[in-house]
C-alpha cells in the first residue's frame, strides 16, 4: 500500500503527517517507529493522522516517535492546521478550524504566511518547589504533564542525562514527564531546552513546554505580562499570551511544509 505523507516543522518540532479521512491508512506502532527513526526511516518527533470528526474539522491522531500514542502536542496541532489549510480542508470559521484531540476541542487560525495560533487548554497541576535529583523543579500540566528546572547556564547543560532521570522519576510523576530547562532572558522572555518522553531526547521545540514555561515562570514572579516570547532550541521564537487567570492560553508560531512524499507498506 503506498501511503503519501506531508513533513511539517513547527518551530522545528517536525512531524509526518496523514490525511486520513477516509480512514484507509492503519499503522502499527513498530511501523510508526521506523517511519519516525532518523537516518533509516523519513525522521520525525512524532506521526500525526488528520481522521475524519462528527463535530470538529477533523481528529488529530497523535503518536511519539516511539510509536505509541501521546497526549496533546501544541506544535503538532499547529502543524496539522497547517496542513489542513493547505490540503483544502474545509473549515468552520473564517482562517481557522477547529479540532479534537484525545476527547478535547482545540480551536486555530492561520494568522499569516506559515504561522498559526492555538487556543490552548488551561493548565492544571501546578507544583512549586520539589527537590529532585538535586534540582529544584516545578511543574504543571498543559495538556501534557511538564517539569520544569531554571538555571543561569541553559548552554551548558546537559540536558539528555538530567531530563531522562527526571522523566522516570514515577515517584513524582507516575506516568513519566517531559522536562524543560528554562533561562529567563528579559522581563517578558526566556530561552528553553526540553527533553520529551516519547521521543526520550531533546527536541528543537516543544509547543505545551513552552506554554507550561511562560506560565509557571509568570506564576513564579519570574515573568511580567501576559505575552511571553520564548526561544527554543531551534532558535525559532514561540509566543504564548494568556489572560491574567490562566484559563484563556493561546500558542503562536511558525509551521512549514518541509516536504512530501510516499511510503510503502505492507497489505
Not at 1 to 24: H, Q, V, Y
Amino acid at each position: 500500500m503506498e501511503i503519501p505523507f506531508s513533513k511539517l516543522s513547527g518551530a522545528g518540532n517536525d512531524f509526518i503527517i496523514i490525511d486520513n479521512r477516509s480512514r484507509a491508512v492503519d499503522l502499527t506502532h513498530l511501523q510508526i517507529r521506523d517511519l519516525c527513526t532518523r537516518r533509516t526511516g523519513i525522521g520525525a518527533d512524532g506521526l500525526i493522522l488528520i481522521d475524519p470528526s462528527e463535530h470538529c474539522d477533523f481528529s488529530m491522531k497523535y503518536y511519539n516517535a516511539d510509536g505509541y500514542p501521546g497526549s496533546m502536542c501544541g506544535n503538532g496541532g499547529r502543524c496539522a492546521v497547517y496542513f489542513a489549510s493547505m490540503a483544502g480542508i474545509p473549515s468552520s470559521f473564517e482562517n481557522g478550524y477547529k479540532f479534537e484531540a484525545n476527547g478535547n476541542r482545540y480551536d486555530a487560525w492561520v494568522t499569516g504566511p506559515e504561522t498559526v495560533k492555538l487556543r490552548m487548554l488551561a493548565p492544571e497541576g501546578f507544583r512549586n518547589d520539589m527537590t529532585i535529583e538535586g534540582y529544584t523543579c516545578h511543574s504543571v500540566d498543559t495538556g501534557s504533564p511538564h517539569a520544569i528546572i531554571y538555571t543561569d547556564n541553559l548552554e551548558n547543560i546537559h540536558v539528555t542525562g538530567i531530563g531522562s532521570t527526571i522523566r522516570h522519576r514515577t515517584d513524582f510523576f507516575p506516568e513519566g514527564t517531559n522536562v524543560n530547562f528554562i533561562e529567563i532572558t528579559s522581563f517578558d522572555s526566556l530561552s528553553l531546552r526540553t527533553f520529551e518522553r516519547g521521543v526520550e531526547d531533546e527536541t528543537l521545540a516543544c509547543g505545551t513546554g513552552a506554554v507550561a514555561s511562560a506560565l509557571m515562570s509568570k506564576r513564579l514572579g519570574k515573568i511580567k505580562g501576559t505575552v511571553v516570547l520564548v526561544r527554543v532550541k531551534s532558535g525559532e521564537i514561540l509566543e504564548v499570551s494568556f489572560s491574567e487567570d490562566m484559563k484563556e492560553v493561546f500558542l503562536t508560531g511558525p509551521a512549514k511544509i518541509v516536504f512530501k512524499g510516499r511510503f510503502v507498506t505492507e497489505e
